[in-house]
């Protein structure tokens, strides 16, 4: 496997770890009422386009929600 390969792939995984845990961070602080576990699991949920929900969407504010669709 090509060396640049390697890097573009790291790079890829680097970007998407990064995006994840600041994802993660924002809705923490957006929405200090909801369960991390469940905050963990939408995100994760939205980024890898699983299509199943912790039921938390409907309880997320503007800035959530957009945050989860830019996840997607």
């Known amino acids: 496997i090509a060396k640049d390969q390697v890097n ?5 995984l680097s970007l998407g770890i990064f995006w994840i845990i600041v994802t993660i961070f924002a809705l923490l602080v957006l929405q200090p009422h909801l369960r991390f576990i469940d905050i963990i699991f939408e995100t ?4 890898t386009n699983l299509g199943v929900s912790a039921g938390i969407t409907p309880l997320l504010s ?3 929600k957009l945050l989860i669709l830019l996840s997607m």
């Open 8 to 12: 573009k792939a790291i790079a890829i």
């Open 44 to 47: 994760m949920s939205a980024f």
């Open 62 to 64: 503007i800035s959530g």
